[in-house]
Every structure is written in C-alpha cells, then in structure tokens.
C-alpha cells in the first residue's frame, strides 16, 4: 500500500531541488570583473594642513623674554591624511567622508592611472559626515551610480574599494552584517554595517552591491585594535544621494525641523499609551515658537507618523523630519493620553545651533511624601545644592526609593519628576490626584518623565 504522505514529502523535497535559487545574487565566483569595471572610479584623497609651531612666546617683562629670538614659536610644520573618495558625475563631482577633508588646506586627488587633480570643496556636512568635492579634468571621468539602499538585505554581497593605509586602490569583499545601525555618532545615525574590510585609509569609499551600484558610503569601524575585525560602517546611499543633491545646490545641507526633542519608549511605557508594543517617539520638549509649538502639539505627546511614514522610535522621526522639504505641511499623528489625534505641521528649517525650550510654569511650593514607592519633595535652593540641580528645572525631586518598589531599579535618589501621566507636578498632592485620576481610567503603568542632570527620560511605574 503506497503510502500519501510519503510520496507528498518525496515530491516537495523534488520541487525544491529543481526550483531555481531564490537569491537575488548568488555567491560569486570572483569578483574580477566588476572590479575592473567599477576601480577606475574610486579615488585616492590626500590632505595638508599647516601648523604653527607649538612653542609659546615667554610672556613680555619675563625674565626669559630675551630667549624668545631664540627659540621663537617653532617651526611650521604640515600635517598629511589619506582617504578615499569615488566619482559620481564624469564632470568630476567626487564624493568622500567630511572627517577626510576636514579643515584641509590643500585637496589632491589620485585616480588609478597615477592622475593628479587639484579638488575644491563644494559643500560639507559634519552631521552626516559626508562631502562633496570638484575636479577639472581634461575629459570625462569613469563614473559609478548611486544605489537604492533601501534594497539592500542582511546577507547580500557587497565589495568595498579604498585606499587603506595609503596603499592604493584595494578591494574586500564580505556580507551586510546588518541594516539600521546606530553607533552614537550623531542624530541622523543608520548605518550599513559589513564584514568587507574597511580600515584606515578606507573612509570616504564606496560600498558596492554585485550591479555595480553604490549603496554605502564607508565612513567608520568599530575595533578596539585600529584594523578591520569585520565591522564596519556605510552610510546608506539614499541619505548620501539625499545629501549630495543640496550640497551641490546650496553648498550646504538644509533639513527639516519640528522644533522637538524626542525619545523612543520602552513597552511599559508604550502600555501607559494604550499600546502592545513599544513604538513612536515621545515628545520630551518643545521649542517655543517653532513648528510642532504652533501645530498644537504639547510635551507627553506619542508621535506615531509623520504624513505616510509610521515612526518606530526617535530615530527615525528625526531622520523623515530632516529630510522633509522645507515649507510643506505635513500630518502628524500622535497620541495625547490615549486619545488619538491629528494635526498638521509646517516643517521648518532646521538652525544646527537651535536648542529646544522646555516650558517651565508655575509657582513651587513646598511638601513631601511618598508617591508609589519614591520619598518625593518640592526643590528649594538646599535641595538643588545637595543633588547639583540647575535653576531652570522645576519638579519634585526623588530624596528615597522603597526597596520592593517598581521604582528602585528605574528611579535613582536626586532624579526630578517632573510630569506624571504627562502633565506638570509641582507638589506631591498634585502627583497623588493625577495618580488617582489614571487608576480611573485604565490598568496600565504610570508614565514619568524624569529629569536626570539634564537629560529628559520616560519611565513607566506600576501602581
């Protein structure tokens, strides 16, 4: 008796032999090929800047004056760097990383038939770390595209070309590690992370997907040694093609701006929201006067989309805010309490040097107590002396945590509480009322937003 299920297995396991593979790129058998036909493009950057002499004058009257003839302030000297670059437009438009150029007093550009070009600086953007530099040549330059980035997968094939410590043009090959990286470098942090190779010399790259495309921009490593230990950073092309267009335009990066500080929140704290899991951003602070201000938007908010994106954490609210166009009103999401809601925003410019207000209202008054599991009390000059609290922050400050509490291991004695369940507490009889009025009106924990020695953090406690 033949047996159903047995022959089923037999002819899935045969459909799966003969199906043809799944991956967009299979593994490579060399990369010869695509190197020879994407190196011509990938440039060698070296750098000088002058130096004055360390040695200071010995001050006027001094007894050591007369030696100043002598020794002077020392001699001049030239700092050299190396890195990498690539061509973007036959014309001689070369992209690299700002930190390879940074504060050079002469650019020079080396392609690999041994050509020595001359490059100005067309635009620079420290935030990003990316820069735009210009040649003139005679004719027209071996050219590489910039990629979609958004394509590419953990686990693709990617080939990175540099110049790693000053050797010339190099190639290593390796995977996508992983997508979306933040390695505290700055606000616009989402990087490409790769095994390939990526060493000293190596910064201002590209990263190539196996259709000879862009899709990074190598820019850091992390290795406790200085060499490759297979990771390595890009910064994604669609951020850099982003980037590159306004430098080319204004010489400079223009970005959105909502006027907020924000921070991602953690799933108890998505739950005082009404949520399952943790996602959005929080409003921590808000500019007076700016975007999200005159949108009505207020501090507590949970902003969950901005116009067609979904916002998963801070990160990315600020990465789609800084890329918006500047002038067009947007509709944000958001939601206040537990209530859902909707507003439109004008998105401003972003000033690099603008620093978030936060409101600050109200009279303080003085009381203690205790407020689920924290000995709270109203700041006074003695108290902010004791804990090194700035004037500017008002609040309750915690003076003693209760062991057992939910509060212990999320509160620390001389953190301010200054909202409860999103709204300002000034005594501990209003931080008691708010308390009461949410066991009313839901299960969930407590949001708290802390004051840390300046630093604003959403904490969730169970009542």
Same mark, same amino acid.
């Given at each position: 008796m033949i047996n159903l299920r047995s022959v089923l297995w037999a002819l899935a396991g045969l459909a799966l032999l003969l199906a043809p593979p799944a991956f967009s790129?299979?593994?490579?058998?060399g990369f010869a090929k695509l190197a =020879?036909?994407?190196?011509?493009?990938?440039? /060698?950057?070296?750098?000088? &800047?002058?130096?004055? @002499?360390?040695?200071?004058l010995f001050p006027k009257g001094s007894p050591l004056e007369r030696? /100043?003839?002598? %020794?002077?302030?020392?001699?001049?000297?030239? !700092? /050299?760097?190396l890195g990498s670059g690539f061509v973007i437009d036959p014309k001689g438009i070369i992209v690299t990383n700002d930190h390879v150029i940074k504060g050079a007093d002469e650019i020079e550009v080396t392609f690999p038939d041994g050509t020595t070009l001359r490059a100005q600086v067309v635009g620079r953007d420290a935030a990003t770390d990316l820069a735009v530099l210009r040649v003139s040549p005679d004719g027209d330059l071996p050219a590489v595209p910039l990629g979609d980035s958004d394509t590419a997968l953990s686990g693709d094939w990617v080939l990175a070309?540099? /110049?790693? %410590?000053? &050797?010339g043009g190099s190639l290593s090959a390796g995977i996508i590690s992983?997508?979306?990286?933040?390695i505290q470098s700055g606000r616009y942090d989402d990087f490409i992370q790769t095994d390939a190779a990526i060493n000293k010399g190596n910064s201002g790259g590209p990263l190539f997907n196996m259709d000879g495309e862009v899709i990074g921009v190598n820019s850091a490593i992390l290795s406790p040694s200085g060499g490759s230990v297979g990771i390595g950073f890009s910064i994604p092309s669609n951020l850099v093609s982003h980037v590159v267009e306004q430098l080319l335009e204004y010489g400079e990066a223009r970005r959105g701006w909502l006027g907020v500080s924000v921070q991602s929140v953690s799933r108890e704290v998505a739950q005082s929201f009404g949520l399952e899991k943790p996602r959005g951003a929080i409003v921590l602070s808000i500019t007076?006067?700016?975007?999200?201000?005159?949108?009505? &938007?207020?501090?507590?908010?949970?902003?969950?989309?901005f116009g067609d994106e979904a916002i998963t954490d801070s990160r990315a609210l600020t990465r789609i805010a800084a890329d918006s166009e500047i002038g067009k009103t947007v509709k944000v999401h958001y939601i206040r309490g537990k209530k859902p809601s909707v507003t439109n925003v004008i998105v401003g410019r972003l000033q690099e040097d603008?620093?978030? =207000?936060?409101?600050?209202?109200?009279?303080?008054?003085?009381?203690? @107590?205790q407020v689920l599991g924290m000995s709270l009390a109203v700041l006074d000059n003695t108290l902010r002396r004791r804990y090194n609290i700035r004037s500017d922050i008002s609040g309750l400050v915690v003076i003693d945590v209760a062991k057992g509490s939910d509060a212990l291991s999320k509160i620390r004695v001389g953190d301010?509480? !200054?909202?409860?369940?999103?709204?300002?507490?000034?005594?501990v009889e209003a931080a008691e009322a708010r308390i009461r009025d949410l066991q009313k009106t839901g299960k969930g924990p407590v949001a708290l937003l802390i004051n840390r020695h300046g630093e604003l953090l959403p904490r969730a406690l169970k009542f």
């Open positions: 790129h299979p593994a490579p058998d =020879a036909r994407l190196s011509p493009a990938v440039v /060698n950057i070296s750098t000088s &800047l002058k130096v004055d @002499g360390e040695l200071p030696f /100043n003839d002598t %020794f002077g302030q020392g001699q001049p000297r030239t !700092e /050299n760097s070309i540099g /110049n790693p %410590f000053g &050797l992983a997508r979306n990286r933040d007076a006067g700016g975007p999200a201000q005159k949108a009505g &938007l207020e501090v507590g908010d949970l902003i969950t989309q603008a620093k978030p =207000a936060i409101k600050i209202e109200g009279p303080v008054k003085k009381t203690k @107590g301010v509480i !200054e909202e409860v369940g999103w709204q300002k507490v000034e005594t």
